[in-house]
């Protein structure tokens, strides 16, 4: 199922994990389709949640769709935000994309959300192919949410890393809308620490049986001015460098004086 594609303008694949017909990614091609050629491989449904989650033990179906009048490519995908980049990469796509795009989210990565989302892990795992990559995601969970406030800042974000020599992985936050306060600016971030205490909503079914709906709320644990939390509630757009390499270099020597060496 390879798509044979021009060679002339930069190939742009899209994925997410609120699925393809989140107002988000209809959001982010419109952008992206005035920057390059567009592939979007992106799940049927909902998706949160899935960090770096593959399907191995169901097939995955993949099919061509069209949505809209839009110029870009679509697949629908019954896997995860991480199975759509490799299907992409391997079965539809005839050549390595110039940048993989995952979002926009609807809803906070910041901090140690990112270690939860599959947009952030879709981007992680394009990274793992040596591709650019990008995750965006905004501060606001509702359907219609509004994103024209941050378009012009999404679209530097695209264009700089195209032009870019240098091999990123972002996780950038937009903070939400809100009317006659606009964004102040963008500015590079570390994860802040913090946390989510949860909260478990018991309850009995008709066949007596229990079950729970997760619920909880997020504590925050660092005060520090570039961290991304602190950036978001000024009001700025926080930029997150990640990679896959979660290896603790700083505890490597506290391993070694644990095993004697």
């Known amino acids: 199922m390879l798509v044979l594609l021009n060679m002339s303008s930069p190939l742009i694949l899209i994925t997410n994990d609120d699925g393809i017909h989140s107002p988000g990614l209809r959001y982010l091609i419109k952008i992206a389709n005035k920057i390059g050629k567009v592939v ?19 097939p995955i179906i993949c099919e061509k769709i069209k949505i809209d009048d839009g110029k870009q490519l679509e697949f629908i995908c019954s896997g995860t935000p991480v199975d759509c980049v490799k299907l992409a990469l391997s079965e539809i796509l005839d050549r390595k994309p110039d940048i993989c795009i995952s979002g926009i989210n609807h809803g906070s990565n910041a901090s140690s959300n990112v270690i939860y989302s599959g947009t952030v892990s879709a981007a992680i795992e394009a990274h793992l192919h040596s591709i650019t990559s990008v995750g965006f ?95 978001l509630d000024d009001n700025f757009i926080s930029i997150v460098p990640v ?17 004697n060496e």
């Open 137 to 231: 995601s905004i501060l606001d969970y509702a359907e219609d949410t509004k994103i024209s406030h941050a378009e012009e800042f999404i679209s530097e974000i695209i264009n700089k890393l195209l032009n870019s020599k240098k091999s990123l992985c972002l996780n950038v936050n937009i903070p939400k809308f809100i009317e006659n306060s606009p964004i102040q600016g963008m500015k590079a971030a570390k994860q802040a620490k913090g946390r989510w205490v949860e909260d478990f909503d018991e309850r009995i079914s008709p066949m007596g049986k229990r079950y729970f709906w997760l619920t909880g709320s997020f504590v925050k644990e660092d005060d520090s001015s570039d961290a991304d939390q602190i950036i």
């Open 243 to 259: 990679k896959y390499d979660v290896t603790d270099y700083t505890k490597i020597d506290e391993v070694k004086d644990l095993l």
């Open 40 to 58: 979007v491989v992106a799940p049927d449904g909902p998706r949160s949640a899935q960090s770096h989650a593959i399907t191995i033990n169901n």
